[in-house]
């Protein structure tokens, strides 16, 4: 039976300040005007977060599926329809064993895959990354890790300069998992290098990053420049300031820039101490950080606040909505299914009030309770 939603619908082309979207069962049969409609609330499509390590006190990074499940639902309340389940850098029994936890929940639907941030970083540019488990790639780790995940191997965030690098990658990429750049003291020539042997992702851009100067551009220049490359944002005011947020956000254009949370399992609940990776983070104020040595530590970021943030900064909408589902569902090979109000893909949407606070999200054509 189809249903309807009616409102101001930000669609890949434009506002429809009055209109509506249709669904029968789990799928968009209409985006249409509808000019019985003045001034409703806002619709947008499903937010995608292609690089989470979890939320609501649950986290990704322990290979736990009830912890898994917990996250994804926490991050759903919030209008993310699609994410990965991105983990830390790990001794390499535990990369299999959340691959095994994980993979049976990506194909419920539960999860769109998972994200390995390393273990494959510069200890350099580790950040909060444990340098306890950082180790050049292996493609023997990366090959028996997708044969395991039957699929569910969705990204692999690696530094380019670590030896084997651009082995890596090209493996990555043959077997169709996306080969991100990050947590990086790579040189501009290096990111160049890995960009041309596929690699389609920056992870947190500026973050974990070799600076940029003027006579070593470094991975940032490099992975703007890039017209195959989409570039992560953490639109928190912490990770970026908000300039840089918007120069970014205009050098690589909406359809090149994705907004992620990073966020971890702090997001949504109270400060105080928690864990990463193995290691103690004490968030304050919001901020969580490192407690050895202050370094941020993901974020306590949702995708509904991170589209607030760059709605505030001066990002208009309707490119601040491709920034959050569009383009994210595209860097990591789901276009085709989400991301977009669009007939065919699959009825995820979020309807927001006229400050951008979610008021009901629809996932495959259901209203989350």
């Keep these: 039976m189809t249903a309807r939603v009616n409102g101001r619908v930000v669609t890949p082309n434009g506002v429809i300040r009055q209109g509506c979207v249709e669904w029968d069962g789990d799928r968009i049969t209409a985006v249409a005007e509808y000019p019985s409609v003045r001034d409703g609330h806002w619709i947008l499509p499903g937010f995608v977060d292609m690089h989470t390590h979890g939320g609501g006190g649950h986290t990704f990074t322990t290979g736990d599926a009830g912890q898994a499940r917990a996250a994804a639902g926490f991050h759903l309340g919030h209008g993310t329809t699609t994410l990965l389940a991105s983990l830390v850098s790990a001794p390499f ?45 292996s493609t023997d780790e990366l090959a028996e890790l997708i044969e395991l995940g039957g699929g569910a191997i969705r990204m692999v965030t690696l530094a380019p300069e670590r030896d084997g690098a651009l082995e890596a990658i090209k493996l990555l990429t043959t077997q169709r998992v996306v080969a991100a750049v990050g947590h990086t003291d790579a040189t501009y020539d290096q990111t160049r290098a890995a960009v041309a042997a596929g690699a389609s992702v920056g992870t947190h851009l500026f973050n974990g990053m070799r600076p940029v100067h003027h006579r070593e551009p470094g991975p940032v220049v490099a992975l703007l420049d890039a017209p195959t490359v989409v570039c992560e944002l953490v639109a ?6 908000d300039g840089m947020l918007t120069f970014a956000t205009a050098t690589a254009g909406p359809d090149r820039a994705a907004l992620i949370t990073d966020a971890m399992a702090a997001a949504g609940m109270a400060d105080g101490e928690y864990e990463l990776g193995g290691q103690a983070v004490t968030v304050a104020d919001g901020v969580a950080r490192l407690a050895r040595d202050g370094a941020i530590a993901g974020s306590t970021l949702t995708m509904d606040a991170a589209l ?51 008021v009901r999200v629809l996932r495959g054509g259901s209203w989350v309770e």
């Design 308 to 358: 607030r943030h760059a709605v505030d900064a001066g990002i208009p909408i309707a490119d601040a909505a491709r920034m959050v589902a569009t383009t994210p569902a595209r860097a990591i090979g789901l276009g085709d299914r989400v991301g977009a109000l669009q007939v065919g893909l699959r009825a995820d949407l979020v309807v927001l009030d006229e400050d951008l606070n979610v």
């Design 93 to 137: 029994p535990l990369m299999r064993a959340a691959t095994e936890a994980f993979a049976p929940l990506v194909d419920e639907g539960v999860l769109a895959g998972i994200h390995f941030e390393g273990p494959y970083l510069s200890a350099a540019r580790c950040g909060a990354q444990n340098p306890e488990y950082l180790r050049d790639p």
């Design 236 to 241: 928190d005011g912490v990770h970026l300031h």
